[in-house]
């Protein structure tokens, strides 16, 4: 069973930068097709990116891309997601997720394991 563990959420200014990481353990890293999502208060979770096992594909949704970047490091079990130019609305929690499938899938269904998630709050 994989664990994961998000840290790195906080407050910041909107324009402001930050830097999610997931850690993961329990299973062989390198084999996980990984995700971010994020959940806002009455909102569904809703993807923000892929990372293939690779680190070859990579998905961005249309309300992250140019302004956030995920990477990993398969020596490290940890993924990222940086973060620049936050606005209000990108206020939310924020979740890891992992699969063992080497399909990056971009919906809920698709990742069988979950971190707690990490607040994410940006101040207008």
């Known amino acids: 069973q994989v664990q994961l563990v998000e840290s790195g959420g906080g407050l910041v200014q909107a324009g402001g930068s930050l830097r999610l990481s997931c850690a993961a353990s329990?299973?062989?890293?390198?084999?996980?097709?990984l995700a971010w999502f994020r959940q806002s208060p009455g909102k569904d979770r809703e993807i923000l990116s892929t990372i293939s096992q690779s680190a070859v594909d990579i998905y961005y949704a249309d309300s992250v891309k140019g302004r956030f970047t995920i990477s990993r490091d398969n020596a490290k079990n940890t993924m990222y997601l940086q973060m620049h130019s936050l606005k209000p609305e990108d206020t939310a929690t924020y979740y890891c997720?992992?699969?063992?499938?080497?399909?990056?899938?971009?919906?809920?269904?698709?990742?069988?394991?979950w971190g707690q998630g990490t607040q994410v709050t940006v101040s207008s």
């Open positions: 997720a992992s699969s063992s499938s080497r399909y990056s899938s971009t919906t809920l269904a698709g990742y069988d394991n």
């Open positions: 329990g299973g062989t890293f390198s084999k996980l097709t």
